[in-house]
């Protein structure tokens, strides 16, 4: 046992319950506390001014009205927020980011920020900051920004990834390629050649609670942060070094977060928080509006994707590739080179290429946005792979059953698979009833398969057995998808008792060692795993402690059934000891009882999942609803089954909303149109159908319980699965993403049109 | 920011009159209190006119329905009266927002936000509906269409408030509908709509009047598009003409709701549509 981290087949009593969510109570009667939920006497409200313009030379900010204004405790600009990074350009980006340095990089990008007695004063004191701008040309879609003549976003970006290193700056900051085998030599094998290029629009993650945080800089250099957050370590470790102060000086707590999806991962504003709040010596809270949620925080990346599949007419893919252009905001990334890496991972290729382009624009940086940059490229590569199943004669479930990877296939990406859930999910597609149900006039249904790579990390858990017998599990990964409920069954399952009897929370950043963010499905896989081992330490001390009690070797000692057992003939009159009796009397036998984890979680298994959609369209109006929608996903082990499939639904629900409405628009300014949910048209409930979902349970090798993470494959396939059904309903092949009324008749009449 | 509440119209319009500043009439607030907190609007006069009695009245006569400026939307879908005799009225108004829109949002309001897109103003202008104007110092009665001018803009003087809604009584054989385009189902502004008002005679269209939203400036009614349903009983013919005549009257814009080429289509689409549900309210076969 120990810390072996390998899957053990095991019966279980608490795992897999659908046990009541802890959190739930405080969230329906508004006592949960969020963001914005923090106060802190004498706080001050803070505000941020930012550039009405695409892309523009800040020549002066003239800051000295505002500051005269009565009421104004702080005002500052990028001069309050020098360069401490000690020349390590991730972290200049993202202080540049928080803060515009000379230039303003994109529409909403900060200039200045204020901090006063009250919000009025505070709004007034924005009006009277005056920034002189030298407005400079920009570009915001991805094609154009490649061409020569393009403005160049950022002047120290030259691309990487190509021989020789150039000599001039570029928009495209990385081309990365991934494959094997010779794609040249397959296509000449090919019976069948399929080749589309495809668009996708940006969206945005659409969480209902803005980024909020209440900063509290104290004047002997130490602070605190209250903040809505998906890493509160990686939030103190970054604010720290932007601002030079000491890690273990700066508390950071994670407040309730009301939703992330990725765009929480990221650091927008909060080091404009804590220098406001230092300079005015009084604690600052900095709330985001809606429109600042759209237009400074950060959406996921608009694409240009070419696709090129050949095949067999038996169906064997001889050869695919693909060209994946990523747009990533104003600063490098590598969202492209990620999306590259996704493409095929579905399939067992002998010769597969991709090439992905990382792009910069004048649009807010791009965060992560579940499974960041896989539904893109499985929009374009699902959509052809549909395409190729036409042309060959073949239902699309069979093509792809024929070519999907297994274990021992080698991935696109580089990795041999271990055991996968892309066969079995398409085999339980082929079987469920919602492939047999029948169809309408204007119905069209469709599918996909997605995959995501699951990612483990750094770790650290405490658990501490009270005196009457309850168990506090304290972890350091935020709970955005349920993982309080599902840590607690873990620990429950270790110790042998209930689940009521566990109370999960997650601590500050001065309780725990570092834990990385709740990021990549890792916080069930990760904390999980550490829980499992922070628990079995609690038991190595109970068993000694029951030894004590006993009088007794502790190698006689065995834990069975939530107590300690006493093995062996000489013992075998002794009955057994529970865990609320050996926690009595800890003061007596040795004090408090701990079991404490930390572990870098590897080999979070990949995860692989496939959509069904019916879909209605309207031909005269363009207007698409989906009717059906079914979710198969394999999820490892489902430690609480409800919040798997929560997941599973809300992952489709996203995707619904990015493949039909959701779109970033710029104006030919490079203003962005929509900054809001008026107009940025995520669904609204009747939207959606009921979505239904499969749980999939095949065990990760590298979990004692076999856990994958489970929270962002369902994102992936919903783009292509709409889009396939659409194309069936319709008889027309859309090619842009969001499928919007007008796209979808602007299709309609081409079709008509010839 | 100056608060008031008066008791009737007049001095409501007295009240607007005498501010040099800002001044704004308060009716279910769902446009003003958002402009407000986005800092469009700073009014240094909120003049609320829910406390007035004569606002919050539907009221009937031999000429036709009164509905007060103040009623909400809600109210009106409440009424058993007005939902048999202007089902398109008051099926336009109840699209606006959701439940808690509903609750406080009225058709006046709707009309004197004067958006291009606003849901009760072309069922409003179909149906022939009027306005009753009360100023500081007089009384009028304006058509509908006469009302919004432009985008924001209405033809309204600076002391002028609008105290009730008429509609005209109505006969046996006739039949209002709207519909709106929105990408969603709910909780989103019209791409363009069409509201028809028409009535039968001995199964045939006698009369007929057709609204445009959203494809111009104001909405707009479409007299060519009466005339190709006229003396017809809405046959395919007759509404393949109604869509086309709607279509070319159509002067919209590109924006982040839609394309031109889109608004020029749908509106036809919609016209057909809805004209089909007013046939057959009217008795129509
Ligand atoms: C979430 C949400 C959803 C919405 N959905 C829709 C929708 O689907 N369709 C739609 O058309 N609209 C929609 N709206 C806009 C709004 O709800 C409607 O325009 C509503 O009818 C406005 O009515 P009100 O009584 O609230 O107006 P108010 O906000 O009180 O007033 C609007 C304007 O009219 C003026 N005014 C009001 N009454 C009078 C009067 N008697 N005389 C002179 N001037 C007056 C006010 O000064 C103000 O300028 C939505 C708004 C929100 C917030």
């Known amino acids: 046992m120990g810390n072996d981290t390998s899957y053990t087949d095991q019966k279980f009593e608490q795992v897999g319950r659908r046990v009541r969510r802890p959190d739930g109570v405080d969230k329906v009667t508004g006592r949960a506390k969020y963001g914005a939920d923090a106060y802190a006497p004498g706080q001050l409200v803070g505000l941020i001014l930012r550039s009405p313009h695409a892309h523009a030379r800040i020549k002066k900010i003239d800051i000295s009205k505002a500051e005269?204004?009565?009421?104004?405790?702080?005002?500052?600009?990028?001069?309050?927020?020098?360069?401490?990074?000690?020349?390590?350009?991730?972290?200049?980006?993202?202080?540049?980011?928080?803060?515009?340095?000379?230039?303003?990089?994109?529409?909403?990008?900060?200039?200045?920020?204020?901090?006063?007695?009250?919000?009025?004063?505070?709004?007034?004191?924005?009006?009277?900051?005056?920034?002189?701008?030298?407005?400079?040309?920009?570009?915001?879609?991805?094609?154009?920004?490649?061409?020569?003549?393009?403005?160049?976003?950022?002047?120290?970006?030259?691309?990487?990834?190509?021989?020789?290193?150039?000599?001039?700056?570029?928009?495209?900051?990385?081309?990365?390629?991934?494959?094997?085998?010779?794609?040249?030599?397959?296509?000449?094998?090919?019976?069948?050649?399929?080749?589309?290029?495809?668009?996708?629009?940006?969206?945005?993650?659409?969480?209902?609670?803005?980024?909020?945080?209440?900063?509290?800089?104290?004047?002997?250099?130490?602070?605190?942060?209250?903040?809505?957050?998906?890493?509160?370590?990686?939030?103190?470790?970054?604010?720290?070094?932007?601002?030079?102060?000491?890690?273990?000086?700066?508390?950071?707590?994670?407040?309730?977060?009301?939703?992330?999806?990725?765009?929480?991962?990221?650091?927008?504003?909060?080091?404009?928080?804590?220098?406001?709040?230092?300079?005015?010596?009084?604690?600052?809270?900095?709330?985001?509006?809606?429109?600042?949620?759209?237009?400074?925080?950060?959406?996921?990346?608009?694409?240009?994707?070419?696709?090129?599949?050949?095949?067999?007419?038996?169906?064997?893919?001889?050869?695919?590739?693909?060209?994946?252009?990523?747009?990533?905001?104003?600063?490098?990334?590598?969202?492209?080179?990620?999306?590259?890496?996704?493409?095929?991972?579905?399939?067992?290729?002998?010769?597969?290429?991709?090439?992905?382009?990382?792009?910069?624009?004048?649009?807010?940086?791009?965060?992560?946005?579940?499974?960041?940059?896989?539904?893109?490229?499985?929009?374009?590569?699902?959509?052809?792979?549909?395409?190729?199943?036409?042309?060959?004669?073949?239902?699309?479930?069979?093509?792809?059953?024929?070519?999907?990877?297994?274990?021992?296939?080698?991935?696109?990406?580089?990795?041999?698979?271990?055991?996968?859930?892309?066969?079995?999910?398409?085999?339980?597609?082929?079987?469920?009833?919602?492939?047999?149900?029948?169809?309408?006039?204007?119905?069209?249904?469709?599918?996909?398969?997605?995959?995501?790579?699951?990612?483990?990390?750094?770790?650290?858990?405490?658990?501490?057995?009270?005196?009457?017998?309850?168990?506090?599990?304290?972890?350091?990964?935020?709970?955005?998808?349920?993982?309080?409920?599902?840590?607690?069954?873990?620990?429950?399952?270790?110790?042998?008792?209930?689940?009521?009897?566990?109370?999960?929370?997650?601590?500050?950043?001065?309780?725990?060692?570092?834990?990385?963010?709740?990021?990549?499905?890792?916080?069930?896989?990760?904390?999980?795993?550490?829980?499992?081992?922070?628990?079995?330490?609690?038991?190595?001390?109970?068993?000694?402690?029951?030894?004590?009690?006993?009088?007794?070797?502790?190698?006689?000692?065995?834990?069975?059934?939530?107590?300690?057992?006493?093995?062996?003939?000489?013992?075998?009159?002794?009955?057994?000891?529970?865990?609320?009796?050996?926690?009595?009397?800890?003061?007596q036998t040795g004090g408090p009882i701990a079991g404490h984890n930390e572990t870098v979680a590897d080999n979070a298994g990949v995860s692989f999942a496939s959509h069904i959609c019916d879909v209605e369209v309207d031909p005269e109006t363009g207007s698409t609803r989906v009717i059906r929608y079914t979710v198969i996903q394999d999820a490892g082990k489902a430690i609480h089954p409800d919040y798997v499939e929560g997941q599973f639904q809300g992952g489709a629900a996203q995707g619904i909303g990015w493949a039909l409405n959701e779109e970033y628009i710029y104006g030919k300014d490079g203003t962005l149109q929509n900054p809001g949910f008026l107009d940025y048209r995520i669904p609204v409930c009747s939207d959606l159908p009921f979505i239904d979902t499969e749980i999939l349970e095949i065990p990760n090798p590298n979990h004692p319980y076999g856990v994958r993470g489970v929270g962002e494959t369902s994102i992936v396939p919903p783009l292509a699965a709409i889009g396939n059904a659409v194309s069936n309903a319709v008889g027309v092949r859309l090619n842009h993403i969001p499928m919007s009324p007008p796209r979808i008749l602007k299709a309609l009449d081409e079709q008509a049109g010839g | 920011m100056r608060y008031e509440a008066p008791k009737t119209t007049k001095e409501a319009a007295t009240f607007l009159k005498k501010e040099k500043g800002a001044a704004f009439i308060l009716a279910g607030g769902t446009d003003l209190l958002v402009k407000m907190k986005l800092g469009l609007s700073e009014p240094d006069l909120v003049v609320d006119i829910k406390k007035i009695p004569a606002m919050n009245a539907i009221s009937h006569s031999a000429t036709g329905s009164k509905i007060g400026g103040a009623v909400s939307g809600a109210e009106l879908g409440e009424h058993k009266g007005l939902c048999k005799t202007w089902p398109g009225v008051v099926e336009a108004t109840n699209l606006i927002g959701s439940d808690q829109i509903q609750s406080r949002a009225t058709m006046v309001g709707n009309l004197c936000n004067a958006s291009p897109a606003a849901d009760s103003v072309p069922a409003m202008i179909a149906a022939g509906a009027k306005a009753i104007v009360v100023g500081s110092t007089k009384r009028r009665t304006v058509p509908i269409e006469k009302i919004v001018t432009g985008p924001g803009q209405t033809s309204l003087a600076d002391d002028e408030v609008i105290e009730a809604i008429t509609l005209p009584k109505r006969g046996k054989k006739a039949g209002d509908a709207y519909l709106r385009f929105i990408p969603r189902t709910e909780m989103d502004i019209a791409v363009v709509s069409a509201g028809v008002n028409l009535t039968l005679e001995r199964g045939v269209v006698k009369t007929a009047r057709i609204c445009l939203g959203a494809v111009a400036p104001t909405a707009i009614l479409v007299p060519a598009a009466a005339k190709a349903i006229i003396g017809t009983k809405l046959d395919d013919e007759a509404l393949e003409k109604l869509a086309a005549a709607c279509s070319a009257a159509c002067n919209p814009i590109d924006d982040k709701r839609g394309t031109i080429e889109y608004r020029v289509r749908v509106a036809g689409v919609l016209a057909k549509r809805a004209a089909k549900i007013a046939f057959q309210r009217a008795g129509g076969v």
């Open chain 1, 68 to 587: 005269k204004l009565p009421g104004v405790k702080a005002v500052v600009t990028c001069e309050d927020l020098p360069d401490l990074t000690g020349g390590n350009r991730g972290m200049m980006d993202i202080l540049e980011n928080c803060m515009a340095r000379g230039r303003a990089l994109y529409d909403g990008h900060a200039v200045a920020a204020v901090a006063a007695v009250d919000k009025t004063i505070a709004k007034q004191a924005l009006k009277l900051i005056k920034v002189t701008y030298e407005k400079l040309p920009h570009v915001t879609d991805v094609d154009e920004a490649m061409e020569a003549d393009a403005p160049v976003v950022q002047d120290f970006v030259f691309t990487s990834g190509v021989e020789p290193k150039p000599t001039k700056p570029s928009n495209v900051s990385g081309i990365s390629q991934f494959g094997h085998g010779d794609v040249d030599a397959g296509f000449a094998e090919a019976d069948v050649i399929v080749e589309k290029s495809y668009k996708t629009e940006q969206t945005h993650q659409g969480y209902i609670e803005p980024h909020a945080c209440l900063a509290n800089m104290s004047s002997d250099g130490s602070g605190e942060l209250w903040v809505t957050t998906q890493g509160h370590f990686v939030f103190r470790n970054v604010c720290s070094t932007l601002l030079g102060i000491d890690i273990a000086k700066l508390k950071v707590t994670a407040s309730e977060i009301g939703g992330g999806f990725g765009g929480k991962t990221h650091v927008w504003m909060e080091p404009v928080a804590l220098v406001l709040s230092r300079k005015a010596n009084r604690p600052v809270k900095l709330v985001m509006t809606r429109d600042e949620v759209f237009k400074a925080s950060g959406p996921t990346c608009s694409t240009s994707i070419d696709v090129k599949i050949g095949a067999k007419k038996d169906g064997t893919i001889t050869a695919a590739s693909a060209s994946l252009r990523y747009q990533n905001g104003a600063f490098p990334a590598n969202w492209g080179m990620i999306g590259a890496m996704t493409a095929y991972a579905c399939y067992d290729l002998k010769n597969v290429k991709t090439v992905g382009y990382d792009v910069l624009v004048n649009r807010p940086k791009v965060a992560a946005y579940r499974a960041p940059s896989a539904p893109m490229a499985a929009f374009g590569v699902e959509s052809t792979m549909d395409l190729m199943a036409g042309k060959l004669g073949m239902d699309p479930v069979e093509f792809r059953i024929k070519n999907a990877a297994k274990e021992g296939t080698r991935a696109s990406y580089g990795p041999v698979y271990g055991p996968i859930g892309i066969g079995p999910t398409l085999e339980a597609v082929k079987k469920h009833p919602h492939m047999r149900a029948k169809l309408k006039k204007n119905q069209g249904r469709g599918m996909a398969c997605g995959f995501w790579f699951n990612f483990g990390g750094q770790t650290c858990t405490d658990l501490n057995i009270g005196i009457d017998g309850t168990v506090s599990l304290t972890v350091g990964t935020i709970d955005v998808g349920g993982s309080r409920a599902s840590l607690s069954l873990i620990a429950a399952e270790e110790l042998g008792i209930d689940y009521e009897q566990v109370k999960a929370s997650v601590a500050d950043t001065a309780s725990l060692g570092h834990n990385d963010m709740t990021e990549g499905s890792r916080g069930t896989f990760s904390s999980g795993m550490a829980t499992i081992f922070a628990a079995r330490n609690a038991v190595e001390v109970m068993k000694g402690r029951a030894a004590k009690m006993w009088d007794i070797p502790v190698e006689d000692v065995v834990w069975e059934n939530g107590g300690a057992k006493a093995t062996g003939k000489a013992h075998s009159n002794l009955p057994p000891l529970t865990l609320k009796e050996i926690a009595a009397k800890s003061p």
